[in-house]
Structure formats: C-alpha cells, structure tokens
C-alpha cells in the first residue's frame, strides 16, 4: 500500500485536495495553534466539484490558506493562527518545535534570523528522503514562520509518521522532529448562520471562543463542475475546529443558446416504427396504447410501418394493429419486399427484377393492398415502390437501378391510387433518387423521399429541398442495447432531425433492441432478461423524448446546433408551443444558459433521460425576458416543453 492510500484511511481526508501553499512572515515570539475548518461547497441541486475555497485572514491579508473541493463538494482546510506575541529583538539564530505537534492537518514551523540572511527550510522523511523544500529570499533580522500543509514537493499529502525539519542560513544549521498524526476528533457546537457575500448562502457549526475573522472566497478552478457564480463572505469568524457550508448559484452561460421561433425549417410528421406481422407476432392491445399513446409511460409515436405482403392471403394479418392504430390518430405507411414471384426475372421472392412487362401488374397489386386496407378502415398515408432496391441479401428482396425506379414512378405510380414514395435505398443513395428528381413528372409523382441510413445518407438533401420534397428516414436498427448504444440513437435522431428531415422510423417496435421489449432472451444465456415483454425499453424512452413532445405538424426551428461541443441542440414549434430537445454527449454536467427570441414563452417543463431516469419530469424553469438556464446531467436529453 502507497503512502496515498493509507492516508486515505482517515475519513477527514478522504478525496481530498488541497493547494499546496506557504507562508513566511516575520513576527513576534509566536505560539501557534491549528485549526481544521470542513464543509461542502453545494449549488441548490448538486455538490460542487473542483471549486476553489480560500480563507483570508482579515487581521492580515497575506495569509491564505486554500482547498479545492472533492467530487461530493466537500473540503477541508487547516488555520495556523497565533495566541500570543513578543516583539522584542532577536539576538539568536534559532529554530523552534512546530505547533500543534503532532498535528493532522498542518503546522506552523517558526524560526529566528539574527541578521538578514537567505534561508532554507526541508522537511524529510525517516528515510531522510527530501520532502518538502521552502526557500525565503533575503530578509531581515527576525522572527518568521513557514506553514506545512502535510504536502510533498509534487503537492501530494503524504503518509502519517515521523518526519524532519531543518533551518539552514548563513552556514548553520539545526533540525528538529515533528509527527504527522492520522488524524484528531473534530468536535464542534451547531448554530446557523449567514455571512456578508456578493451571491449564495453559508451555514455553520463550531465552538466559539476568542474568534478571528476571515474573508472567505468560492471560485471556479478550471475543472469546476458544474460552473459557479464566485461567492465572496467578508467576516466570517473562526475559534475552533470548524464546519462551514456554502451554498453558492451556478453560472449563467455568456454564450447562450439561441433559439429563433419566426425562422422554420422542415415540417415533422412523426416518429414511428414498424410492426412486420408473420415475421415477429403481432402486436397486443396493451404494447399499441404504449406505442402510440401520448402521456406518461408510453411513447407518442404517430407513424407506423407495415410490410405488403407479395401473398394476398396475409393481408389481413396487418388489420387489427393498423386499425387500432389508425384510431389514434396514426400514419400508415407501407413498403413491398418483394413483388409476387411471378412477376419477377428469377421467379423468386429473393432478389431478382421486375419484369419489364410487369410494371402495370405490379401497380395493381398496390393498388389491391391499398384498397383492403381502406376497405377495413386502415386509410394508408403512402407506399414505397420496393424496400431497399439497393442491397444484396438472402431474404425477400427485388433490386431496381435509376432508370427502372424512374420509370415506375413516371409512369405507373398514379395506377397505385395512394400516394407513393421511394426510392427507399439502404443508404439514401442519390442515384436512384436523382432521376425521379430531375423529371417533372416523376417528381409530381412522388409524396416524398423516403430512405435507410445504413451505413451512410444522414445528410441532407438538397435537390429534394429545391424540388420541394420531403425526406423521410424510413428506417434503421441497432441490436446494441447499452447504455452508450441506446443513447446514440438519440443522437441519431438528433441528426435526422439536423439534415432536415421530416420523419424517424425505427425498424421492429417489439423487440429487445427495440422500443418496446419482446421478452426474448437475447443472449441465449437461459437467464430471463430484467426487462420483461410489453415494458418499455431504455431506448424506447430515449425516442420517446422527440416523439412524446413533438408532434405531427411542428416545424424545426433554428436554434444554436453547438453552443458548446457536447451539447447538440435542436427546437420545434406549432406556433403555440416551443419544445427545445438537448442531448449532452460529455461526460460531465454543464449548466447552459438559452435565449428564445421574439417568443412569448413564460415557463417551461423539462424531461430528461439519463442511465438511471426515464423521463423524469424535473421542476418548471421560469423564462425571463426570453432567457433561462438548466444543468444538463453528463450522458443525457432534455426536451423541454413551454407551457
């Protein structure tokens, strides 16, 4: 064991840090005596870690004694002070014991000076190993003191023990031996009370008898988290070993997010994914109110995604979750894998073309989905020519290049008689898209651009946006159920929502990786997963930050993307309510500070999903003049929600 950790065994110091510091001042026949001021250092809502504590003793400002803070807030802090004095000259050159000794915090080491000589202080260990080094440039004749803070040259606290000091000046030297003990009681008498201070509260508890005064000072350091407002307590009085905490105000950002309500971008449809009946079991009554629901516990999304099967006898399979779904107010949407076989080049379900003479007949069979699912009150909002015309896999699949996709879509799209989308690439591959684009009547065609993000396409899409259509990522999956996987795809979101894109589709509803658990035993382990079938999953509450919140009609705002580099910020609007969503990617709280311009916003609501919170509800954030500030928590979203 280190000399680090066993000074970690006494609890005073446990975490600790400290600045090394010294003080050497002449003064008169001094006896000293140190005390031990601890406390934490707290905003209203978290502890303060890293911030700079300094006592400054009022009766003379050149002794400071200073601390920084440990990760719980917490920070303790030794006061050599003097009870007694003798100011006559000196007349020998002298070192005196140190006081207290033992001590277990610091120690004042006093000595004399009988001319103006440079001096020299060490202090070694048993092993006679250097320790501590002060060096005081020449002065005059008198009495002067260092203090030791229990630090190494490198200003680490070293272990407990016995340990050497030693004067040297003008060829003398002398050497005395002091104890570094593991630690004293700190014993003290409760009372509350405040000091004078520019910002932030203080309580404190100890005996008082014969107090000094000090100037006390709470400041950033460069590793200060979350940031604070610099607090300043004029006369703060010290006996005895001490308690003394400070509630300080977190700092406002000087550069805020800015958020702008009158410049919009694209319209939101909504948020969804899919449920592919024959391929997992349908869904039950219980996860479609979850899915499709809006409040507490349940996910908002407003879009669903079926598969049109190339058998006509498995249409009626899609109904009962379509229909509930549609009664809640919910998108359909619906994308073929495959053609009939028979209408294929390979005569097959996996790979293969469509037929050149089978584009009409192809068009028909659309077209007879479209119309059973109407037929039992299942309105379909749009359906794609071919799921991912663009990838090579051993399942239903057909493949299209841009010519053939152009084709269909000029030519045979309106026989599908709902609107349709495509090209539906894997990776939003531009040529299959681009030729529809760059026909008139293709275009005029076309409902929107929908496509995956497999491997590349998260950008956005300026023909589209020239051509006045919209991008739909239609769908993607990650089986990666980590915290850091699960929070990526709020991310992924984010970006979505970034390249202008106008809905998010997530691939399987019920699954273990998806947004609501299937209760599979995903490992194969034999060892029922925590979460059980119809519960929520992590990512579904990371998705349901975007879908709960912002529904089908909102526009995206502009609004400062990157006011720090953690911190990714998107904001949407109906022109009645404002919802800001913030992930911090960072490993550390940031407190950020937001302006919403020309906005009549008085009060917000936040929600925020974190490793261990699912969308918790946190207090109403009052707006002023435009402006507010939030921590955001490491590793987080928040959406926030005007009222």
Same mark, same amino acid.
């Given at each position: 064991m280190n000399r680090v950790d066993r000074f970690k065994g006494h609890t005073i110091y446990s975490a600790l840090m400290l600045l090394s510091a010294f003080l050497i001042m002449p003064f008169g026949q001094l006896h000293m005596q140190t005390l031990e001021v601890d406390g934490t250092v707290t905003t209203p809502t978290v502890p303060v870690?890293?911030?700079?504590?300094?006592?400054?003793?009022?009766?003379?400002?050149?002794?400071?004694?200073?601390?920084?803070?440990?990760?719980?807030?917490?920070?303790?802090?030794?006061?050599?002070?003097?009870?007694?004095?003798?100011?006559?000259?000196?007349?020998?050159?002298?070192?005196?014991?140190?006081?207290?000794?033992?001590?277990?915090?610091?120690?004042?080491?006093?000595?004399?000076?009988?001319?103006?000589?440079?001096?020299?202080?060490?202090?070694?260990?048993?092993?006679?190993?250097?320790?501590?080094?002060?060096?005081?440039?020449?002065?005059?004749?008198?009495?002067?003191?260092?203090?030791?803070?229990?630090?190494?040259?490198?200003?680490?606290?070293?272990?407990?023990?016995?340990?050497?000091?030693?004067?040297?000046?003008?060829?003398?030297?002398?050497?005395?031996?002091?104890?570094?003990?593991?630690?004293?009681p700190h014993s003290a008498v409760s009372f509350s009370g405040s000091a004078h201070s520019r910002t932030g509260g203080l309580s404190k508890t100890s005996s008082s008898t014969g107090e000094s005064e000090y100037t006390i000072r709470i400041d950033n350091t460069d590793r200060t988290v979350p940031r604070i407002v610099p607090a300043e307590y004029p006369a703060v009085s010290v006996s005895s070993d001490t308690t003394i905490h400070f509630t300080v105000e977190e700092q406002i950002e000087t550069e805020p997010a800015i958020v702008y309500p009158d410049s919009t971008h694209q319209?939101?449809?909504?948020f969804g994914a899919a449920n592919i009946v024959n391929w997992r079991p349908d869904m039950t009554s219980e996860e479609i109110d979850k899915a499709f629901s809006v409040g507490d516990s349940a996910l908002g999304f407003s879009i669903l995604r079926l598969r049109i099967p190339p058998q006509e006898n498995e249409w009626s399979s899609y109904v009962p979750t379509a229909q509930a779904a549609h009664d809640m107010g919910v998108k359909i949407i619906a994308s073929p894998w495959t053609p009939p076989a028979s209408m294929k080049t390979?005569?097959?379900?996996?790979?293969?073309?469509?037929?050149?003479?089978?584009?009409?007949?192809?068009?028909?069979?659309?077209?007879?989905?479209?119309?059973?699912?109407?037929?039992?009150?299942?309105?379909l909002y749009a359906v794609s020519v071919q799921n991912e015309p663009d990838v090579n896999v051993n399942y239903e699949s057909c493949d299209?290049?841009?010519?053939?996709?152009?084709?269909?879509?000029?030519?045979?799209?309106?026989?599908?008689?709902?609107?349709?989308?495509?090209?539906?690439?894997?990776?939003?591959?531009?040529?299959?898209?681009?030729?529809?684009?760059?026909?008139?009547?293709?275009?005029?065609?076309?409902?929107?651009?929908?496509g995956h993000i497999y491997g590349g396409g998260l950008e956005p899409y300026p023909l589209a946006r020239?051509?006045?259509?919209?991008?739909?990522?239609?769908?993607?999956?990650?089986?990666?159920?980590?915290? %850091?996987?699960?929070? /990526? &795809?709020? =991310?992924?979101?984010h970006d979505v929502m970034?390249?202008? +894109? #106008?809905?998010?589709?997530?691939?399987?509803?019920?699954?273990?990786?998806?947004?609501?658990?299937?209760?599979?035993?995903?490992?194969?382990? %034999?060892?029922?997963? /925590? &979460?059980? =079938?119809?519960?929520?999953?992590?990512?579904?509450?990371? +998705? #349901?930050?975007?879908?709960?919140?912002?529904?089908?009609?909102?526009?995206r705002i502009e609004a400062t993307e990157n006011p720090t580099s953690s911190i990714h910020l998107s904001a949407y609007t109906n022109n009645e309510r404002i919802v800001i969503v913030v992930l911090n990617t960072g490993g550390q709280a940031v407190n950020q500070s937001f302006n919403i311009k020309n906005g009549t916003v008085s009060s917000l609501i936040p929600y925020t999903t974190t490793e261990t919170e699912d969308v918790v509800q946190k207090s109403e954030i009052t707006v002023t003049n435009g402006g507010f500030h939030a921590t955001l928590p490491a590793s987080s979203i928040t959406t926030f929600v005007s009222e």
């Open positions: 870690e890293n911030a700079s504590v300094t006592f400054i003793d009022n009766s003379d400002t050149t002794r400071q004694f200073s601390a920084v803070t440990n990760s719980a807030g917490e920070y303790t802090i030794g006061l050599a002070t003097s009870v007694s004095s003798d100011n006559s000259q000196p007349t020998a050159f002298e070192l005196e014991q140190n006081y207290p000794n033992p001590f277990s915090s610091s120690t004042a080491i006093s000595y004399t000076l009988d001319k103006a000589v440079e001096a020299q202080v060490t202090i070694y260990d048993i092993l006679g190993r250097e320790i501590k080094r002060f060096t005081v440039g020449p002065g005059e004749a008198g009495r002067y003191r260092v203090v030791w803070h229990g630090l190494n040259n490198r200003g680490e606290r070293v272990p407990a023990g016995v340990y050497f000091y030693r004067l040297q000046a003008n060829g003398e030297t002398q050497v005395k031996k002091m104890v570094l003990g593991s630690g004293f319209i939101i449809r909504g390979n005569n097959s379900p996996v790979g293969g073309r469509l037929r050149e003479d089978a584009y009409d007949d192809f068009a028909d069979h659309l077209n007879s989905f479209a119309d059973f699912m109407a037929e039992n009150d299942v309105p299209y290049n841009g010519a053939e996709m152009l084709r269909f879509m000029k030519d045979y799209a309106p026989e599908v008689g709902v609107p349709v989308f495509a090209p539906e690439s894997y990776r939003f591959d531009h040529s299959l898209s681009d030729p529809i684009l760059n026909d008139s009547v293709a275009t005029s065609n076309l409902a929107f651009v929908g020239e051509k006045g259509k919209e991008l739909w990522m239609t769908e993607h999956l990650d089986t990666d159920i980590s915290w %850091d996987a699960v929070f /990526d &795809t709020g =991310k992924e979101i970034l390249a202008d +894109m #106008s809905a998010y589709i997530w691939w399987y509803i019920v699954r273990f990786y998806g947004p609501i658990h299937d209760g599979v035993d995903w490992d194969g382990d %034999d060892i029922e997963d /925590d &979460t059980e =079938k119809g519960v929520i999953t992590k990512r579904g509450y990371i +998705m #349901s930050q975007f879908s709960r919140f912002i529904r089908p009609g909102y526009h």
